[in-house]
C-alpha cells in the first residue's frame, strides 16, 4: 500500500473517477435533452377514451404516472381546443377509463392560434372555392386546403411587395427630414420632388392594401366545421389552419415525411404561437450573427493585447497589475458587462452616432438603442480576457531559440513576430477563440439589455439598403429558452418547445467549436511546437 501511495495511483484514480463522472453527467445532460426534444415532432395516435361518466375526450398521451398510496395510475391527455376546454392538457385516473379507441377519422390541426385542435370534420363551407368534384369529405377538405395555401403564397408575395413600398416610403421620408433640418429653402425643390415620389408609392400602397383585405376577406370566409369528443361543433377557417392530418391512419414511413417536415419547419419558419410552435430561424440566424459579429471583434484586440504584453511591454508593476485585472475580469458576472454596454455603447456612443448621422430622426433612436451591433460588442468585452490569456499562452509556448534564429538571420522584430512567432501560437489563439465563442454563444442577461427581444420583426440582413442593419434587435435561442420556459402562458404545452431549442444551441455551438478545432489541429500539424 505504501508503494501504491507513493506511486500517485491513488491520485490517478481520483482523476480518472472525477473524469468519468463528469463524461456521465454531460452524457446525462445531453440524453435528457434529445429524449425529450427528437421526439416532440413524432405524430403521436389520437385516442379516443369514454369515461365511466359517460364523457368522453379525445387527445394525445403524453404522460403516465405510477400509482402511489395517493392516487392510483394517472394518464395525462393533451386534449387540445383551448378556445372551448381553457386548457390543453387533462389528467384522467386510469380507474375512471372504460374504453379507448383510436378512430381513424379523428384529425389533428394545427393552428396559428390557440393551439392544436383535436376532433372529427363535419363539414366544409366552401363559397366560390373550386375544387375536383367526386371526393369525400376530407378529400374536399384537403383539396381546399391546397388551394387556400396556394392563395395564400400570392397574398405573401404582395405583402412582400407591400413591405418594399413601405421601406422605400420611409426612406424617402427620412431624406425629406434630413434636407429640411439642413436648409428647408435651398432644398425645396429636393423635398417637393422626394414628396411626389413618395406620394406615389403610398397610393401604390393603399391600393394594394384594399385588394389585400378583399382577397384576406374571401379566404376567411372558407371554413371547416369540427365536432370534439363530446360533440360540440367548431367553425374554423381553412387560413388558420397550418397543418392536418390523421396520426391513426398514417404508417411509419407517412410519420417519417412527417417528421421531416416539421424539422423543416423549425429551421426555415418564424415563430407562432408566442414562440411555442413553428420556427426558430430567426433565433438561429441572430445567434449565429451575433457569435461571428463578436468573433470579429474579440479576436483582433484580444491578439493584439496579447502580444503587446508578451513581446513588447516591459515587465513591471503596471504589466503586472494589467495582467492581474485581465484575469479578474474574466470572472466578472455577465450581467455587470450588460450595464456596462448599456451606459458605454448605447446611451454613449449610440446617443452620439444619432447626434451627428441621424439627427432628422430625433427624438427616435437609430443607434442610441439596444441592437445586435452593440451586444457583439458588448459579449466581445466580456470574452477577450479569454482571448488575452490563451494567446499569451501560445505566444509563451514559442521556443525562444526560433526568435534569436530568427533574429540572427537578419529579420526585424516585427517580421519574426509575423512570420514566426504568431503563426506558431495559432493553435493557442484558437483555444482562445473557442472558449470565447462557446460562452458568447449561451450568454443571455447581457443581451437583455443590449438589443435581445421575444420576437423581431425583421432580421439584421435583408435586401433593402445598406443590407446590414446593425442596428436592429435580433432573437437568440438562449434567449428564447428563458422566455418559452418561463415566460409562456402555457407553461406545459412550452415545454417541448425548450428541449427543442436547448438542443439546437447545443448543436450550434458544438458544430462552431468543432469547425474551430478541426482548423487548430490542422495549424497543430503544421506549427509543432513542444506546448502543442
Known sequence: MGSFRKQGEPQVWGTAAALSITLLMVLTLLGVVMVNGLGFFWPSDTSLVTLKDGSRLLGEITSTEKATENHGKRIQFKVGNRDIYGQDFRWVDASEIRSTAYPDDAVTLE???????YGFLKSLSLDRLRIPAGGT??????????SVDASRAKLRKSEKRMADLNSNAERLRLKVLKLSS???????????????????????????????????????????????????????????????????TMGVFAKARFYAGKIRELLLDEPRESNTEGGLFPAIFGTVMMVLLMSVF???????????????????????????????????????????????????????????????????PTFGTGGILWA???????????????????????????????????????????????????????????????????????????????????????GHFPFFHMDRKFMHLGFHIYDVGFQSPNVEAAKPMVFVTTLLLLAIVIAASSTAIHIRNKMKQKYTTKAF
Do not use: C
Open 182 to 248: 439642413a436648409d428647408p429653402v435651398g432644398n425645396r425643390a429636393a423635398i417637393d420632388s422626394l414628396n411626389a415620389k413618395r406620394e406615389k408609392l403610398l397610393a401604390e400602397f393603399n391600393a394594394r392594401l384594399e385588394r389585400l383585405n378583399d382577397e384576406s376577406a374571401e379566404l376567411n370566409s372558407h371554413t371547416a366545421i369540427f365536432t370534439d369528443a363530446s360533440g360540440e361543433e367548431k367553425e374554423i377557417p381553412l387560413t388558420e389552419i397550418v397543418r392536418s392530418y390523421r396520426p391513426n
Open 111 to 117: 393552428r396559428k392560434e390557440r393551439g392544436n385542435f
Open 376 to 462: 457583439s460588442l458588448t459579449l466581445a468585452l466580456l470574452t477577450v480576457p479569454v482571448v488575452i490569456v490563451s494567446t499569451e499562452e501560445g505566444l509563451a509556448s514559442v521556443p525562444k531559440g526560433l526568435r534569436e534564429g530568427s533574429l540572427s538571420l537578419g529579420a526585424t522584430k516585427f517580421q519574426t513576430l509575423t512570420k514566426v512567432v504568431i503563426p506558431m501560437a495559432t493553435p493557442g489563439i484558437m483555444t482562445g477563440l473557442i472558449l470565447a465563442m462557446a460562452r458568447a454563444a449561451g450568454e443571455v442577461a447581457p443581451l437583455m439589455i443590449v438589443g435581445v427581444v421575444k420576437l423581431a420583426p425583421s432580421l439584421p440582413i435583408d
Open 137 to 146: 369529405t376530407w378529400d374536399d377538405f384537403l383539396a381546399a386546403r391546397k
Open 298 to 364: 474579440s479576436l483582433p484586440f484580444g491578439v493584439v493585447a496579447a502580444v503587446y504584453l508578451r513581446e513588447y511591454a516591459r515587465e513591471g508593476i503596471l504589466v503586472r497589475l494589467v495582467r492581474i485585472a485581465v484575469n479578474n475580469l474574466a470572472g466578472v458576472p455577465s450581467i455587470v458587462y450588460g450595464v456596462f454596454g448599456l451606459g458605454f455603447f448605447v446611451y454613449g456612443i449610440g446617443s452620439g452616432i444619432d447626434q451627428l448621422f441621424y439627427p432628422e430622426r430625433l427624438p427616435t
